[in-house]
């Protein structure tokens, strides 16, 4: 009973984020569309930007293209905050006592937890393809404008590995170090100064050193799958699975039938459970980031370490003290998640793949009402058309997020708060 009950309580909730998310597009849909449609924009302007700016400045060019994903994570956090006032737990959530930043020594903001929302938003990134895209598209148009610069006199002047900024390991793991030092001599001189700007701009630097990577991520995981797949023991098996179903007659057929769902169920994996958790990890991060308790300030493997100078101790302390107090909402965000249960995740997880049909659905629509058109009119309209989808998309996604983070995420009970932290447990939402 205590399981159908269970399951009855889940659907309910299923049903109500539904609800809640339809009332969210008709009380806001204007400015969320707005916002929407503006995330489009500027991902398509960061990418022609890029282009034009990595010819003169290739560096430069490879920033810009790097905060290209901005263009669609910056939206959705907008189309969170907007739908705010509507979302009771959110709500009772911001008047929990909001716990100090260690580093800048002020309440903590969604700023100084930019690394928590950019690891699960940079996971929807890169399995989604969106990520390998804008890389394509930037390395595509960047070597075209470069070979076209040959002189007409034979020269060639071009240099396609500067502007196609693709760099090894080593290169990724230097940057990463250098950003995370910056990001925290950036906190501790706003801490002095008082400046807010450094927030933002110490955020801008979680962004270039997370997407970068991504990128490394992302490329790498053709190069595993290669390697996997000439592996001799994959070999063996594909030998062996053809043997023993040549052997099999007709039942071969049904075999193979069900075969194929099970492989293809497993590599739809990441859209089908990881990316939906993901979203949703980014939402409950954006809108729950206060509850996380502080960042742990011992370092007991530092202070065993009696052969290093105090002073260096400390500093390496700080500095390992702001690292984690960055990914603090981010593991929180987890824990959220892992109390809500499997059956909650599993209905958003489905809600989501109907979000991710809104494009094609869209051009269905679209093609429905104008009828066959002739074909340079679809290239002129086509780019047009795939931003309203996209842009209709993010609205769908942002408010079903909005919706299932007030109610199946922070309405469920939170684990005691650490000893001496400011956080209180979460309570629940008003019926």
Partial sequence: ??????VRGALRDAVAV???AARLVVRHWPVLLALALAGVAVRGAAHWTAVEVSDHVPWLG???IVFAPLGYLVPVIAMLHVCRPDLPAVLAADRVPTPEDPTSRHDRRLLDVAAS????FLTVYVAHGLLTNDLRSFVNSAVADEFNSIDLS????TDFGSRAGLYPLTTVLVIVLVAVVLRY???RTERLARFTALAL??????VYYTTQVGRLVDAEKADARTWVEERRFVSWAQTSYDDVTGRLGWLAHPVDTVTAWVFGVLGSFDALVVVPLAWLTVAAVVLGHKLAPPAPVTHPVLDRLSVVPAPVRKGLGNLTTDVRSRFTGLFHGLRLLARAGLVPMLLFCLAYLVALRVPPLFAWLVRTVTGP???QAWLAFAPIESAIGTALSMVTISVLLAAATDRVLLTRPAAPAEPGSPVSPTTAAPG
């Fill in 1 to 6: 009973m205590h399981n159908g009950g269970s």
């Fill in 117 to 120: 929302v950019l690891v699960p």
């Fill in 62 to 64: 490879h920033l810009l």
């Fill in 373 to 375: 058109v002739d074909g």
């Fill in 185 to 187: 001599l950036l906190a």
């Fill in 154 to 157: 034979g020269r060639e002047a």
């Fill in 201 to 206: 701009l110490g955020a801008l630097v979680e």
């Fill in 18 to 20: 539904l609800v809640d």
